[in-house]
């Protein structure tokens, strides 16, 4: 299994330009030992991710345009279809741009009675590196939490935890799809954010919403990079 990884890795990182002479001379060698092996794949692991590129797959991440084909909303719980494309609004982003909101009601019954979904254009397995980033700020101090799911509202697990102010702020979180967020048999292909830890209504802005993939991963068919 060592072999095979290393073997992955070194194709990776001949696509890179990167010297693997050490990492192919380990495999070459039938006495080359399991501690050698596992080292080797450590040190080229970290050496392609220094060197890779990273490729935004999300479409009309500044919302400017009219694509929401990556942004949708839980309205109302009680209806058929209460996920619903986002609506782009203008004047509410970053400098009085166009961004997304999303109030929250009064005495909500579950968090995730209000939700955003940021919908990939593609699924994403475990071992993704990844970088998401973007602005936010709510009317009031509120927590919101994020999990991967699969297609929308199909929960798979936690992603992260974060708190908006009322002023704009900028996240920023970068790392590697475990399996727990993305297993074999149900791959991430969505981050929600789920909105309703309040008692109280509380309106959520978002812009610039940018989810970036390692070049080896990408398999959008029209990145925006």
């Not at 109302?76 to 009085?96: F, K, L, M, R």
């Amino acid at each position: 299994a060592q072999v095979a990884q290393l073997q992955e890795l070194i194709t990776q990182a001949n696509i890179l330009q990167l010297n693997t002479d050490e990492a192919q001379a380990l495999i070459d060698d039938e006495n080359s030992t399991y501690t050698e092996m596992l080292i080797a794949i450590d040190a080229l692991e970290n050496l392609i991710d220094e060197n890779v590129e990273m490729i935004n797959i999300v479409k009309n991440s500044d919302f400017e345009g009219t694509d929401v084909s990556c942004f949708y909303s839980r309205e109302n719980c009680t209806e058929d279809n209460y996920i619903i494309p986002a609506t782009i609004v203008d004047g509410v982003g970053v400098d009085g741009s166009c961004g997304i909101v999303i109030t929250s009601i009064d005495n909500p019954s579950a968090a995730w009675d209000k939700q955003f979904f940021l919908r990939l254009p593609q699924t994403l397995p475990a071992g993704t590196k990844y970088r998401l980033s973007f602005d936010y700020k709510a009317s009031q101090e509120a927590r919101v939490t994020m999990e991967t799911h699969a297609e929308l509202g199909d929960y798979i697990n936690g992603f992260d935890d974060t708190q908006f102010a009322t002023e704009w702020q900028h996240y920023e979180r970068e790392g590697k799809i475990t399996e727990e967020q993305s297993p074999a048999d149900h791959l991430m292909l969505t981050i929600a954010f789920t909105l309703a830890h309040t008692e109280t209504a509380t309106t959520y802005y978002l812009d610039n919403i940018v989810f970036e993939v390692d070049q080896f991963h990408n398999m959008s068919e029209d990145p925006e990079t």
